[in-house]
C-alpha cells in the first residue's frame, strides 16, 4: 500500500488535518471518473466504456482509447486488489490485436479519419487501476513482451484524487542497455553529420535516465519518452539543431530566445508547449531541470 500521506494546512491557526485516503465505495465510480477525465488523467482520449468482445471471447473492455501518440489504450478498473486484473487484461489485448479493423472504424467514427489513419499497433497498451498491487503483480508485467503500466489510485476527502504508477513496463518500446540505446538513437534519427549523431544520443540517455519505467515510442515524425504520458518529444534535427518539446507551461519558464520557445496553440509534431533548442553538449547539461520537471509532470 502506497505510504503517500495528504494534509490540509490551515495558515490561520497554523494547524495541519490528515485527510485519510480511502477506496472508492465500488469499482464503476473509479471508471466513471477516469473515463470523464481519460485525456488530463492518463493522456488518453476517451473512445468506449464496456466494450463488448462478441460471443466467442464473451467479454467487456472496460474502457477503450488512444494515447498522445496513437496507441490504442485498453484501461482494466479493480476497486481494490484483484489477482485477475493483468491476465484479463492481457487477454483484451490479444482480442484488440486481432480485430484491429473493427478498432479502427470505432477511432474513425470518434476522433476522425486522420486518427483512425495514425493507428500505432506497434505498441498497444494495457493500463490496470486498481486500489493496490501485489509484488507477484510487479514481478509478472515485468515478465511480458507488452506494455503494462500499474496505477494504484487513492481517494482523498470528497475532491482529491491520487494515482501513483507502481510499475510500467514499454515490452519492446523500453530499451535498458545503453549500447543498444545508441544503436537504436541512430538508426531512428535522419542525421546531417557527427555532431548531430553524438547530441541525439546525449539527449536519448538524459530522458532515458531519468528514472525507471521511461518507454520510447517511435513515429515517423518524432520520438516520444513516456511514462504514464508523454513528457518529452525528440523531433528528428535539423541541420545545427535538436528540438525537444516538454510538458513544462512555459509560463513557468524564464524563456531564453534561442533556447527556450512557449509554443502552445503552434502546430508542431509530438506533444508538448514548450520547445527546447538543443545545439551542443552544454544546452543538454542546460535542459537537465527542464527534463526533470516534464519528467516529473508525466
Not at 485525456?39 to 498522445?68: K, N, Q
Not at 498491487?133 to 503500466?149: K, L, M, P, Q
Not at 528540438?243 to 513557468?252: A, I, M, Q, R, S
Amino acid at each position: 500500500m502506497s505510504g503517500l500521506k495528504l494534509f490540509r494546512t490551515d495558515t490561520t491557526n497554523s494547524d495541519v488535518t490528515e485527510v485519510a485516503p480511502h477506496l472508492a465505495e465500488v469499482e464503476a465510480d473509479v471508471q466513471r471518473l477516469v473515463e470523464e477525465h481519460m485525456e488530463a488523467l492518463l493522456g488518453v482520449r476517451f473512445l468506449a466504456s464496456e466494450y463488448g468482445t462478441g460471443p466467442v471471447h464473451g467479454g467487456r473492455i472496460d474502457s477503450l482509447g488512444l494515447d498522445e501518440n496513437g496507441s490504442p489504450v485498453i484501461v482494466e478498473y479493480k476497486r481494490g486488489v484483484d489477482a485477475g486484473v493483468i491476465n484479463q487484461g492481457l487477454f483484451y489485448l490479444a482480442w484488440l490485436m486481432d480485430h484491429r479493423a473493427e478498432f479502427e472504424h470505432l477511432v474513425r467514427g470518434r476522433l476522425g479519419v486522420m486518427a483512425a489513419s495514425q493507428v500505432l499497433w506497434s505498441g498497444p497498451r494495457l493500463v490496470c487501476i486498481a486500489g493496490d498491487f501485489t509484488r507477484y503483480d510487479v514481478h509478472a508485467v515485468r515478465e511480458h513482451r507488452r506494455s503494462i503500466d500499474l496505477v494504484r489510485y487513492r481517494l482523498f476527502g470528497s475532491d482529491l484524487l491520487g494515482l501513483e504508477t507502481v510499475a510500467s513496463v514499454g515490452g519492446g518500446i523500453q530499451v535498458a542497455r545503453r549500447g543498444r540505446r545508441r544503436a537504436t538513437a541512430r538508426a531512428a534519427v535522419d542525421v546531417q553529420g557527427g555532431a548531430m549523431v553524438e547530441l541525439a544520443d546525449a539527449v536519448d540517455e538524459a530522458l532515458l535516465g531519468l528514472g525507471d519505467g521511461v518507454n520510447r515510442v517511435e513515429r515517423k515524425q518524432y520520438r516520444a519518452y513516456q511514462r504514464l504520458r508523454n513528457f518529452a518529444c525528440l523531433c528528428p534535427p535539423q541541420r545545427t539543431k535538436l528540438l525537444v518539446y516538454l510538458k513544462v507551461d512555459p509560463k513557468d519558464v524564464d524563456l531564453v530566445p534561442g533556447f527556450t520557445r512557449d509554443v502552445s496553440g503552434l502546430g508542431h509534431h509530438g506533444t508538448g508547449d514548450l520547445e527546447v533548442q538543443l545545439r551542443t553538449p552544454r544546452d543538454v547539461a542546460r535542459a537537465q531541470d527542464l527534463f526533470r520537471a516534464s519528467y516529473a509532470a508525466a
